[in-house]
């Protein structure tokens, strides 16, 4: 009896540790995340603060007064509990700006105008006022302010697409040979695909220029998408020789014995078994292709794809934390769109295989 | 329907492996003829160049005359049944069955009919509309007949179809199998390693062994006149007993002298051996012709070894040497393991085998 209740103790207390292990692993692996979305929507002067606020804040308090030079604005601060005077001018204008930019702050120059004029009219040495916050500022921002986000987002997703294309096509016939025939130097072949990706796309880059230019394909989205497929064909031929395997031949050839020619057979009874497969070798290419950034910045100039465009928000002029945090989801969005619509797609056919 | 002749056909995979080696022969129309060995003899190979699956190194096959040896397998006019069934795991068994009858033009009320005819005669009516996956091995096993018989083949080939089921379902399926065979008249070829599977099954056998065919009979041919050693051991459960026997002649009588006994043999037996010179053979006697004897008839005693009660009978196994030898005997009466018993003969069934050749000894 009384082991009986220990083994239950100790059963409960190896689940909890097990839980306990498992949702720090989990809150590890959100964090990160959550940070960074979070930090998407925060204002600037707010992406600057220490510590920083976990949540963004849905208004700005603000407090109207009078300056040495015009009017004296201060913000509530949600972290030190008090108002902070952030400006002191008599341009409206610059007030204005200075609200939605660094405030990120909707506010209109006779909304301002409103709040002066009862400012004037009062007997207080200062009045209050709260404005909601404009949450998608960031986003409206990079979008606007990075001239290039909008044509290199259209040419990431054609490099990806390209990627996809040019990969699937020739790996997907390749890992088919791998898996249905045996030909002469298959395992060094099947290893030399590998060969090619334990090249860091750095180590390969410079070559790549040259040949690039050669082929006038230097700062062109097909020409990188053939530097991307150059290392996802070796992934793809691994993935679907595994599909193809996986799919007995004699279903191919009991078409073929009921009438079908061995391209019919393919198409009608490989290839469709093979689909979900190759939906999700399409993901790991999208993936690959759509994140990619240092060989972008090397093989692209005039024309950067959406990545180039996110990495230069970081470091260039107008590097704002804030700012990049929404490039960097404005990119994780089709990634994540693209993953759970292929999930879906994959997942409701024949019930069969789970990515 | 149509005949199935096959001539000097060989199969070499690279230069070393000789899957099928040098076979020739022909199914008659209609026929059932199971093609049996063990593991690894080639009937496997042989099927896939029937079908056309697997390239001929030598050697012609005819369909109803037609050479169809360089012919791809759509259009030699075949149907197979294969041993994983390889029924076509996206399409409905509607689509698996049709199919076929699509690439063959056929008419849309038309193939239905058909699908609707085979889907009865398998008894599968009720499974039209499902997703293979959605079906036991037996109901899967329905389906790829049904797929097969539903082309009217010239040739019905079948790969241990029925290796992939429980014993009992086993059973059950070689009786309709053979009741599908009657009402559809297939022209069949059929595979397994299995020899009770052959015995109840075929019109006749063709015994495979190392890619060469050792023998070509009816079931009762290969049972009571097995060409060699091979085949007597291979065909029967349990199998042909084989004593190692010195041949002596006393007088008029021919005498077979084993350690354990000295068997005179009948005027008939005698003749069969009358062109044979060595003076070794080897004896085999089926378990079923070692008969209970007494006294004055033995040719031996021995103790039981070991019981197997069948309920219609019993095998006995004693033991002779280092050999197990087994006899099957009446249920009754019952035998207990150390009874002595008296055992004899039965002249008329006895085979003789050179040990050299291995080949059976007269006819
Ligand atoms: N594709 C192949 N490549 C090489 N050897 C093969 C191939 N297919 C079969 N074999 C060999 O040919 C022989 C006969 O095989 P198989 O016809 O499958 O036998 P069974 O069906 O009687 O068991 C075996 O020794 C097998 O290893
Ligand atoms: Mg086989």
């Known amino acids: ?151 290199a987002l259209i040419r990431s997703l054609q490099i990806a697409g390209l990627t996809i294309l040019i990969s699937l096509s020739i790996g997907g016939l390749a890992g088919y040979a791998f898996a249905r025939y045996i030909f002469r130097g298959k395992d060094t072949l099947r290893f030399s695909v590998l060969f090619v990706r334990m090249f860091p796309g750095v180590a390969i880059a410079l070559p790549m220029v040259f040949i690039l230019a050669e082929a006038n394909l230097y700062d062109e989205p097909l020409g990188l998408s053939l530097i991307y497929s150059v290392g996802a064909i070796g992934l793809t031929i691994w993935i679907t020789a595994s599909i193809f395997m996986g799919i007995p031949v004699s279903l191919e050839e009991a078409a073929q014995v009921f009438g079908a020619s061995k391209f019919q057979a393919f198409m009608k009874v490989t290839l469709p078994l093979a689909l979900p497969g190759l939906a999700a070798s399409a993901m790991y290419i999208f993936l690959g292709a759509w994140n990619e950034t240092v060989a972008a910045i090397i093989l692209t100039q005039f024309k950067p794809t959406f990545s180039v465009v996110v990495y230069q928000t970081l470091l260039g002029a107008s590097g704002q934390v804030n700012l990049a945090a929404a490039g960097g989801i404005s990119m994780a969005i089709p990634a994540i769109f693209f993953t759970f619509f292929l999930r879906k797609y994959i997942n409701r056919m024949w019930g069969g295989v789970k990515v | 329907m149509a005949t199935l002749e096959i001539k000097n056909l060989t199969k070499k995979f690279g230069r070393k492996i000789i899957a099928v080696d040098n076979i020739s022969l022909e199914v008659h129309d209609g026929e059932f003829l199971v093609l049996l060995g063990p593991s690894g003899c080639g009937k496997t190979t042989t099927m896939r160049m029937i079908a056309g699956l697997e390239e001929v190194t030598d050697g012609t096959i005819l369909i109803g005359d037609v050479d169809v040896t360089e012919l791809p397998p759509r259009k030699r006019n075949v149907s197979m049944v294969f041993q994983n069934y390889a029924i076509w795991p996206h399409m409905t068994v509607y689509e698996n069955i049709s199919y076929a009858l699509k690439l063959k033009h056929m008419g849309k009320s038309e193939i239905d009919q058909v699908v609707h005819d085979v889907a009865r005669m398998t008894k599968i009516s009720e499974l039209l509309e499902r997703l293979p996956t959605q079906l036991s091995g037996g109901q899967q096993q329905r389906v790829a007949v049904a797929r097969a018989i539903a082309v009217s083949p010239k040739v019905f080939l079948m790969d241990e179809p029925l290796s992939n089921l429980d014993a009992k379902l086993r059973v059950s399926m070689r009786t309709e199998l053979k009741t599908i065979h009657a009402s559809a008249k297939a022209t069949t070829v059929f595979v397994t390693h299995d020899q009770s599977e052959a015995m109840s099954i075929a019109d006749r056998i063709v015994i495979m062994q190392g890619g060469k065919i050792v023998q070509i009979g009816s079931p009762e041919e290969v049972y009571e006149k097995s060409a060699d050693l091979f085949v007597a051991d291979f065909i029967g459960t349990p199998p042909t007993n084989f004593f190692d026997v010195e041949l002596k002649k006393t007088g008029e009588t021919l005498h077979l002298v084993h350690p354990h006994f000295d068997l005179s043999l009948s005027p008939k037996n005698a003749a069969l051996l009358q062109g044979y010179d060595k003076d070794r053979l080897v004896l085999g006697v089926r378990p079923e012709n070692i008969l209970l004897a007494n006294e004055q008839a033995k040719i031996m005693s021995t103790t039981v070894l070991v019981v197997e009660p069948q309920g219609s009978h019993q095998v006995i196994a004693f033991k002779l040497d280092e050999n197990i030898i087994k006899m099957v005997a009446p249920a009754q009466p019952k035998m207990k393991t150390g009874t002595t018993i008296h055992l004899n003969f039965k002249q008329e069934a006895l085979r003789f085998f050179d040990p050299d050749s291995t080949l059976a000894i007269g006819n």
Do not use: C, H
């Open chain 1, 1 to 151: 009896m009384k082991s009986k209740t220990n083994k239950k103790v100790i059963k409960a207390a190896k689940e909890t540790v097990f839980y306990l292990f498992l949702t720090t692993l989990i809150a590890g692996m959100l964090l990160p995340v959550y940070f960074i979305i979070s930090l998407s929507f925060l204002s600037t002067r707010e992406a600057y603060q220490y510590p920083l606020p976990l949540v963004p804040a849905i208004k700005t308090d603000m407090e109207l007064g009078y300056g040495e030079r015009g009017y004296l604005l201060s913000v509530w601060d949600r972290i030190d509990k008090e108002y902070q005077t952030v400006l002191d001018t008599a341009d409206l204008e610059k007030m204005e700006y200075y609200i939605k930019s660094q405030l990120g702050t909707k506010i209109t120059e006779e909304e301002l105008l409103i709040e002066t004029s009862r400012l004037e009219n009062s007997d207080e040495e200062s009045i209050f006022f709260t404005k909601p916050r404009a949450l998608l500022n960031n986003y409206d921002t990079f979008f606007t302010v990075t001239r290039d986000a909008v044509p």
